[in-house]
């Protein structure tokens, strides 16, 4: 979508990126849900997380997009968006131990 150049490639990245993040939500709670013994804390925090997003990632984004220009500002989502990816394999749960 950034780098595309031309408005039809632009906006099938725009469609491919909207329907990116519109999963995360979702899958996060799934997996924050997994065990049923800590659910409620870990759904909690994956929520508290996600609408704190929400509701700051917006006008985080216009005021770097004003300063710094749209394209640059959503290149820092991209970067937010790799480091996320990068760290999203330290969340896998550690595989069960056998009881001694």
Known sequence: MLLGGSV????AGALLWGVGASLGFPVGMSAAA???ARAAARVSVVSSIGYTAFIA???LI???GEHA???????VVLGALTLGLLA???SRPLAPQPPN
Do not use: K, N, S
């Not at 220009?69 to 290149?75: E, K, M, T, V």
């Open 34 to 36: 997994d065990d049923p």
């Open 62 to 64: 216009g005021l770097l």
């Open 69 to 75: 220009g749209i394209l640059r500002a959503l290149f």
């Open 8 to 11: 039809p490639v632009a906006l």
């Open 88 to 90: 999203a394999g330290a």
């Open 57 to 59: 990632g917006p006008p």
